[in-house]
């Protein structure tokens, strides 16, 4: 019995890549890290709402600024950290926190909306500093699990930070949550400075390297990646307004929390597997299945237990379609502009959840709470059929030629 049991759950991965030094600690920092960060949204709504009296669409608004700012900051700021290193990145940043959470609740929504810009430009930039890092502390054949285990803890954190926010400002304060918040953030700031993770390997050259155009790593197959990344969130942020909206049309509304949880647990699960399976999978291959298993799910809508079902095989692969397209960045960019990719990957990561709610909102609107499952997967399908005749080049100009083919292989669309 004991073979069989080793072989269907294979802990070994993971034990290796945890025995690397400096990955415990970067991974234990990150999830305490991102829960502040991940209950921004749900707490900047609240405030414009019942503190400034405005309505959900000026809510999202400023939501929408945020996203903007910290899409087009992601891979500026990466830059800066392969250019000036880590810590002063961290300290720009932190104090921009500061500043932005202790005047935010006094502001007026006029400054708000602006100022709410600025800060996404200035974000923190945990996300993508932990994958950088992660990079650099672990050799690439052992990436798959350390990427996995990053993945699961981005999930529980979003688990828990707007779970926290949602309860603080009901028991106490809309504004006091912000104050909290901010705190949290700039705490977070600290523990990064603090801890200063390596951004390049040992054997990779330390300081500012030799620049390195842009023609020669934003590659095709790195576009591809972006894409599906793109893609993979369009479909999870979709999933998330469909869900609120099928159960809202069933009267089971109550349940919501429930079924998020759910699918959370699923995605936790999903990731586990990911990094224990012996051979990779493809990012395009996992966000094709992710899109598929969604278009289904809202037929699962009669009932709150039906729908937990229905999104279980969706949400099983949602972290691992998210480890999968940061190891192939990982892998595909340069030592050099690790920071520049891994930013230009959380670009494409907040675009795609940016773009997925509301889309899923306006067909919803115009149609039925189902459609929103079946319209987001249907984009993701799409995206991953216009990226797979790129790939299929690729091999067949690599085998022409007899190139060896990279451990890129099993890692890329």
């Known amino acids: 019995m004991r073979p069989e049991v080793r072989t269907v759950v294979n802990l070994k991965p993971y034990r290796e890549a945890l025995a690397l030094p400096g990955l415990r600690s970067l991974l234990l920092i990150s999830v305490l890290a991102r829960i502040p960060l991940t209950a921004t949204g749900v707490t900047l709504t609240f405030h ?13 608004l400023v939501g929408a600024a945020s996203t903007v700012g910290a899409a087009l900051g992601s891979p500026l700021l990466g830059r800066l950290v392969d250019r000036r290193g880590l810590r002063p990145v961290l300290l720009l940043t932190t104090v921009a ?13 006029p400054v708000l909306l602006p100022t709410a810009f600025l800060a996404g430009l200035l974000a923190l930039p945990v996300f993508s500093v932990v ?15 350390a990427y996995a285990l990053d993945s699961m803890s981005v999930e529980l954190s979003f688990m828990v930070g707007p779970a926290l926010a949602v309860a603080m400002a009901a028991a106490v304060s809309p504004r006091l949550t912000m ?12 523990c990064f400075w603090l801890l200063d ?8 050259p330390a300081g500012p390297a030799r620049k390195v155009p842009r023609r020669e790593w934003v590659t095709p197959r790195l576009l591809a990646v972006l894409a599906v990344s793109l893609a993979a969130t369009l479909v999870l942020g979709g999933t998330d307004v469909a869900v609120v909206a099928v159960l809202r049309e069933g009267g089971e509304v109550g349940w919501t929390g ?8 699923a995605s936790l699960l999903g990731g586990f597997a990911y990094g224990a399976v012996t051979r990779s999978l493809s990012p395009l ?18 009932h709150w237990w039906l729908l937990s079902l229905a999104l279980f095989p969706a949400g099983a692969l949602c972290a691992p379609s998210i480890a999968s397209t940061s190891d192939a960045v990982s892998r595909l960019a340069p030592a050099g502009v690790r920071g520049e990719a891994m930013g230009l990957h959380g670009s494409a990561v907040t675009v795609g959840i940016a773009l997925g709610a509301p889309l899923a909102g306006a067909v919803i609107d115009a149609s039925a709470p189902a459609w929103g499952f079946a319209v987001t997967g249907a984009i993701g399908v799409l995206v991953a059929l216009a990226v797979l005749p790129l790939e299929l080049r690729h091999r067949r100009t690599a085998a022409a030629t007899m190139e060896p ?9």
Do not use: K
């Open 285 to 302: 291959v996992l966000v094709a299945a992710l899109s598929l298993t969604t278009i289904p799910v809202g037929l699962g809508g009669a």
């Open 197 to 204: 993770p390596p951004t390049r390997a040992a054997d990779e």
């Open 97 to 109: 926190e500061g500043v932005f959470w202790a005047c935010a609740p006094t502001l007026s929504y």
């Open 258 to 265: 429930a079924v998020l949880a759910m699918w959370a647990i």
């Open 131 to 145: 994958r950088q890092s992660v990079a650099a502390l672990v050799p690439a054949e052992r990436r798959r699990p």
């Open 405 to 413: 083919e990279p451990e890129l292989a099993s890692a890329l669309p």
């Open 48 to 60: 414009v709402v019942l503190d400034l009296g405005r309505g959900y669409g000026a809510a999202g």
């Open 179 to 190: 104050w909290a918040v901010g705190a949290g953030i700039v705490a977070s700031g600290i």
